[in-house]
């Protein structure tokens, strides 16, 4: 069975935010920080060496596979600010029509820059993503 690649860290969040070079970037990834806490209720934990997630779940997979992730997290990735909130695509699109500027992929949406959005839609869309989650997993959660 295939290991967990991403795991919560004791890394710290503000040195991580400190490294970004880019200063939009940075200023947007301090703001995205503020939201994500404000939204989840939940302290910023590092996941890996550039996610910052908010609040854990576990999870089991018909599969069998199974494991710990964030209830939801972001990345200031090169190209886009990237927000890991999106368990139940139909379930946001609605919101997703009001969001304003972004990409969305699997399970994440990329925002160039956080004054292209509706941050208020944003906050929204991360409360959905943690009830949703929770919700889907209620056990062990943190």
Known sequence: MAMQK???TDSSVTAFLDSITDEKKRVD???ALQI???ATGYPAVMWGPGIVGF???HYKYASGHEGDAPLASFSPRKNALTFYVMPAVETQEVLLKKLGKYKAGKGCLY???LEDIDTGVLRELIRNCVDTLQAMYPARQQ
Do not use: F
Request: no cysteine; net charge positive.
């Open 6 to 8: 991403t795991l919560s």
């Open 36 to 38: 994500m806490q404000e």
């Open 111 to 113: 925002v160039k820059k």
């Open 29 to 31: 990834s301090y703001a």
């Open 55 to 57: 609040g854990s779940y």
